[in-house]
């Protein structure tokens, strides 16, 4: 059975989200989240169609991630 908000006791399912809005969230260009998964800094969580769909806190983690990497090069 589901997870749901109204479900207490229960932790809410991870919303997932595609990758135009993955990319605004973490102030970043669609292209940036597509190359970070392809670098194999972020995986997607799951698929709509053709568009791959992220958690939220996974984008912010490969963001930190691509951020030390920045500041050490």
């Known amino acids: 059975m589901l997870s749901s908000p109204a479900m207490p006791g229960l932790p809410p399912l991870p919303a997932l989200i595609p990758g135009p ?6 102030g970043v260009a669609p292209a940036t989240i597509r190359k970070w998964v392809q670098l194999g800094h972020l995986r997607a969580a799951g698929r709509a169609g053709r568009a791959q769909l992220f958690r939220l ?3 912010f983690a490969a963001e930190r991630l691509a951020r030390r990497r920045t500041r050490t090069a």
């Open 57 to 59: 806190e996974d984008v």
């Open 21 to 26: 809005l993955a990319a605004e969230e973490a």
